[in-house]
C-alpha cells in the first residue's frame, strides 16, 4: 500500500470532497462535488456545459485553478499547496464514452490490467479478472479481443476492468452515449446491478435524464460550468430548474413572478397557480396536460394562451406540437385529435391548461 | 498498350472523368524509365556464367557479413535511442520541441560525405571529443567498425525517429490516460500500452533505418575508412571492385539490389497492414 497522511476520523471523511475550478476551452467549470461512500453522484448537463472536465480533474487529467479534491480524508489535489496526486495514484476506476478497451489485449488482459498495476503477478491479475468476470456474466467473452465485441459488451467489459483496479473512486464519463438504444438499455441495466454493490463513491457524467434517474441518489445540473441545480433524482426531474432540464424530462418550464392570486410570466401573459404563488417562481406541467383550440376557449379557471404551430412531430404514440408566441409552449395531442383540429405548422392555436396539472415553487 | 493502361485505371476511376491525359502519361511513363532503365544495364552486363564464383569469393562473403553486422546493430541502436526520443517529440509538451524536431531531420538532407567530416572532426584522432578521449584512454574510434555503426546510427537515426513519432501521433493518446486511471506509472504505461499499440510503425521504421544502414557509404568511408573486415561495408566493396574487377563489382551490386528489394517488399506489406485496420 502507499504511503498516507495521517487521516481525520473516517466518519467524518470518508467519500469524495471536492471543490473544483477547472478551466475548459474559454469558461471556468465550478462546482462542488461530494459523494458518500457507495453513493452515485450524477452529473447531469447539456454537451459541452463543462461536465467531463470536472471528472477529468477529479481523475488528475486536469488542473485544478483553484479548490481541492480529498478522497476519504486524502488529498488530490489542492491548488492552494500545489498538492497534485498522479492519476496513476490515486487508485480509481474509470470508463470512458467509447469504452477505450486496450486493443491488442484480450478481455481478460483488459480487465486484469488494473490488478496487475496494484502490485499482483501476472498469474494472480489474471486470476482476479477471471473472478470478476464471471461476477459480471461476461466469462464468456475471456478470450476474445476488443474488435470481435459488439459497443455494448465492450463497454460492459470496460466498467468490470473499473471496478476489477477496485477502486476507491469511480469514474463514469458518458459511459451510455455512445451506445444505440438497445444497447444503451443493456449497460444501463448493467450498471444499475453492479454499482449496488461498489462500496466507493461513484461519479456519473451524463447528459441523458434517463441515466440519471435510474442509476443516481443524487445529481448535479451543469450548464455552462455553473451547477444550476442540485437535488435527488425525482426532484430534479419533478421541478426542473432550468428549461435544458425541463427539455430533458420532457416538461413545459415557465418563469415569473407571484403576486398571490397569479404568476406574472412576460408584459401581458399571465399563469394561474393551483394555490398562491408570491415571489419568483417556476411552474412546470406535462405537455400532455395542454389542451388545443382553434377558437378561443371560455371558462373561468383556466389558463389560456394564443399561440403559433411552429412544428409537428411524432413523439411516442402522441404527436408532439412546438407553439411559439408570447407562451413558448410543448404539447401533447393524440394523432385523432390532431386530426379534429385541422391545425398544420404556422396556423394560429389557443392552449389552455387546468391550474390544478401545473406545480408552482420558488425559484 | 493504352487498352491495358485504361482498364488497369477503372476501378479508381470512373470512366465519367475521361481519360488519363497524354500531358500526365508520358512525364510518368518517362519517370519509370529513369527509375528502372538503370538496373537494365546491370542485369545485362552482369556475369551470370560464373555469378558462384563471384559470390563465395572471401573479399565478398567477408563484405556482406560486415554489412548485415553492422546495419543491424546499427538499427538496434536506432531504436534504443531512437523510440525513446520519439515518445519525446509525440508526447511531452516541452519548450523547444520545434526546434529539437528540425534538428532531428538535418542528417537527412545532409550529404552523407559532409556528416562523415562532420563524425571526423568531432571523433576523429585529432578531434573536438576524439583528441581528449585518445589522450585519456590510448583509443581512437575512426577506421573502427564501431566507427562505421557510428556513421551508419547517424544517417538512419532520423528516418526511425521520425517513422516512429508519426505512428505514436497516430495512437490514440487517451489509452495513455486509461492506463493511468488504471494505475499504470508511466513508465509501465509506455511499454505495456504505447509500444505494443505503435508496433507497426516502430517495424517500419526499424526497417527503414536498417536498410538505411545498409547502403550507407560516404559518411562510412570517410570517417570509418576502407579497411578490408573492419570497414568495407557492402557499397564500399562495390566501389573498390569497381576499379579493379568490374563484373565482380555488378555481382555485389545485384546482391545490394537484392536485399534492397527484399526490404522492400517486407516494408510494402508493413504499408499495406499498416493501413487496413
Redesign the interface.
Known amino acids: 500500500m502507499t504511503p498516507e497522511a495521517p487521516e481525520a476520523p473516517e466518519s467524518e471523511t470518508a467519500g469524495l470532497d471536492a471543490d473544483i475550478r477547472a478551466r475548459r476551452g474559454s469558461f471556468e467549470v465550478r462546482a462542488a462535488p461530494r459523494v458518500r461512500p457507495g453513493q452515485v453522484l450524477a452529473l447531469l448537463g447539456p454537451n459541452g456545459a463543462g461536465k467531463s472536465t470536472l471528472l477529468r480533474a477529479l481523475?488528475?487529467?486536469t488542473p485544478l485553478s483553484a479548490g481541492y479534491v480529498r478522497l476519504d480524508g486524502r488529498t488530490l489535489d489542492d491548488a492552494s499547496t500545489g498538492v497534485r496526486v498522479?492519476?496513476?495514484?490515486?487508485?480509481?476506476?474509470?470508463v470512458?464514452q467509447d469504452g477505450?478497451l486496450?486493443?491488442?489485449l484480450s478481455v481478460l488482459d483488459n480487465v486484469a490490467?488494473?490488478p496487475r498495476?496494484?502490485g499482483r503477478s501476472r498469474r494472480a491479475a489474471r486470476a482476479v479478472a477471471a473472478e470478476w468476470l464471471a461476477r459480471t456474466e461476461l466469462t464468456e467473452f475471456t478470450d476474445r479481443r476488443p474488435a470481435a465485441l459488439s459497443g455494448g459488451q465492450r463497454q460492459r467489459v470496460a466498467v468490470t476492468?473499473?471496478l476489477a483496479?477496485d477502486p476507491d473512486l469511480l469514474?463514469l464519463d458518458e459511459p451510455m452515449s455512445a451506445l444505440d438504444a438497445s444497447a444503451a438499455v443493456t449497460v444501463r441495466r448493467f450498471l444499475g446491478r453492479h454499482l449496488a454493490s461498489v462500496a466507493a463513491p461513484t461519479v456519473l457524467v451524463t447528459h441523458q435524464a434517463i441515466d440519471a434517474l435510474a442509476l443516481a441518489d443524487h445529481v448535479l445540473v451543469i450548464e455552462h460550468g455553473e451547477v444550476v441545480q442540485e437535488g435527488s433524482p425525482t426532484d430534479v426531474a419533478r421541478r426542473p430548474r432550468s428549461s435544458h432540464v425541463a427539455a430533458l424530462m420532457g416538461l413545459n418550464l415557465l418563469r415569473g413572478r407571484g403576486d398571490g392570486e397569479a404568476v406574472r410570466l412576460g408584459a401581458d401573459s399571465t399563469l394561474v397557480p393551483p394555490g398562491r404563488a408570491d415571489g419568483d417562481v417556476f411552474a412546470s406541467f406535462r405537455p400532455s396536460a395542454v389542451t388545443l383550440h382553434t377558437e378561443r376557449p371560455h371558462g373561468s379557471a383556466r389558463n389560456v394562451w394564443p399561440g403559433r404551430v411552429d412544428g409537428i412531430a411524432p413523439h411516442g404514440d402522441v404527436v408532439r406540437l412546438h407553439l411559439t408566441g408570447p407562451v413558448p409552449l410543448l404539447a401533447d395531442v393524440t394523432p385523432a385529435a390532431l386530426a379534429d383540429l385541422e391545425v398544420g405548422e404556422g396556423d394560429p392555436v389557443w392552449a389552455s391548461v387546468k391550474a390544478t396539472e401545473i406545480d408552482v415553487y420558488p425559484a | 498498350m493504352s487498352r491495358t493502361l485504361e482498364r488497369s485505371a477503372a476501378p479508381t476511376q470512373p470512366a465519367a472523368v475521361g481519360r488519363v491525359p497524354l500531358l500526365i502519361l508520358v512525364p510518368a511513363a518517362g519517370a519509370l524509365a529513369v527509375l528502372l532503365l538503370p538496373l537494365v544495364g546491370l542485369f545485362v552486363r552482369a556475369p551470370w556464367s560464373d555469378l558462384g564464383e563471384h559470390l563465395t569469393s572471401t573479399e565478398v562473403t567477408t563484405a556482406l557479413r560486415l554489412s548485415l553486422t553492422t546495419a543491424t546493430v546499427s538499427m538496434l541502436a536506432c531504436l534504443v535511442l531512437g523510440v525513446p526520443l520519439a515518445w519525446l517529440l509525440a508526447r511531452v509538451d516541452f519548450r523547444g520541441r520545434r526546434l529539437v524536431r528540425a534538428l532531428v531531420t538535418v542528417p537527412l538532407v545532409l550529404p552523407p560525405v559532409v556528416g562523415g567530416i562532420a563524425l571526423l572532426t568531432t571523433f576523429g584522432r585529432a578531434g573536438v571529443l576524439g583528441e581528449p578521449m585518445f589522450e585519456a584512454f590510448g583509443w581512437q574510434v575512426t577506421f573502427t567498425t564501431t566507427a562505421v555503426v557510428v556513421a551508419q546510427t547517424f544517417v538512419a537515426l532520423p528516418f526511425l525517429v521520425l517513422a516512429v513519432e508519426g505512428a505514436l501521433r497516430s495512437t490514440?493518446p487517451?489509452?495513455d490516460?486509461?492506463?493511468?486511471?488504471?494505475?499504470?506509472?508511466?513508465w509501465?504505461?509506455f511499454v505495456?500500452?504505447t509500444l505494443?499499440?505503435a508496433?507497426p510503425g516502430i517495424v517500419s521504421g526499424a526497417v527503414l533505418a536498417w536498410a538505411r544502414a545498409l547502403g550507407e557509404f560516404g559518411a562510412t568511408i570517410t570517417f570509418a575508412g576502407n579497411l578490408e573486415g573492419v570497414s568495407r561495408t557492402m557499397p564500399l566493396e562495390v566501389y573498390t571492385t569497381w576499379q579493379t574487377d568490374a563484373p565482380g563489382s555488378i555481382v555485389v551490386s545485384l546482391l545490394l539490389l537484392a536485399v534492397s528489394i527484399g526490404v522492400l517488399a517486407a516494408l510494402r506489406e508493413r504499408w499495406i497492414s499498416g493501413v487496413s485496420p
Open positions: 481523475g488528475g487529467l498522479a492519476a496513476a495514484e490515486r487508485r480509481l476506476g474509470t470512458f477505450l486496450f486493443p491488442h490490467f488494473g498495476h496494484a476492468r473499473a483496479s469514474l | 490514440d487517451r489509452y490516460e486509461v492506463a493511468a486511471s488504471l494505475g499504470a506509472s508511466r509501465w504505461t505495456r500500452v505494443p499499440l508496433g
